[in-house]
Nanobody, 120 residues
Framework: QVQLVESGGGLVQAGGSLRLSCAAS????????MGWYRQAPGKQRELVAP???????KYGDSVKGRFTISRDNAKNTVYLQMDSLKPEDTAVYYC??????????????WGQGTQVTVSS
């Protein structure tokens, strides 16, 4: 079995920063792409930023220049550094990880979600 544990959410004022973490553990053989999604109330879940196993990144237009995704392969962990936060960044943030299990199966796993609230 595989578990993803997220941490780092909270309440912050506009212009502030937060750093999210998502650690994967369990029967992992290797990890491919990792990424962060978010879902605001009444809206669809949207991709914030993915990162490949080689470290290539992409960003949604709304977060480009403010958010930075990174990963530590030795720790099976993906991070999202969020700077210059805006009230419209308020959402539940989810990590999503493409894992090759030790039995050879490949599945995408979701974290439990962490709330980020940005006050104006």
């Amino acid at each position: 079995q595989v578990q993803l544990v997220e941490s780092g959410g909270g309440l912050v004022q506009a212009g502030g920063s937060l750093r999210l973490s998502c650690a994967a553990s369990g029967s992992i053989f290797s990890i491919n792409a990792m990424g962060w999604y978010r879902q605001a109330p009444g809206k669809q879940r949207e991709l914030v930023a993915p990162i490949t196993s080689g470290g290539s990144t992409k960003y949604g237009d709304s977060v480009k220049g403010r958010f930075t995704i990174s990963r530590d392969n030795a720790k099976n962990t993906v991070y999202l550094q969020m700077d210059s936060l805006k009230p419209e960044d308020t959402a539940v943030y989810y990590c999503n990880v493409d894992i090759i299990n030790i039995d050879g199966s490949s599945l995408y796993y979701w974290g439990q979600g962490t709330q980020v609230t940005v006050s104006s």
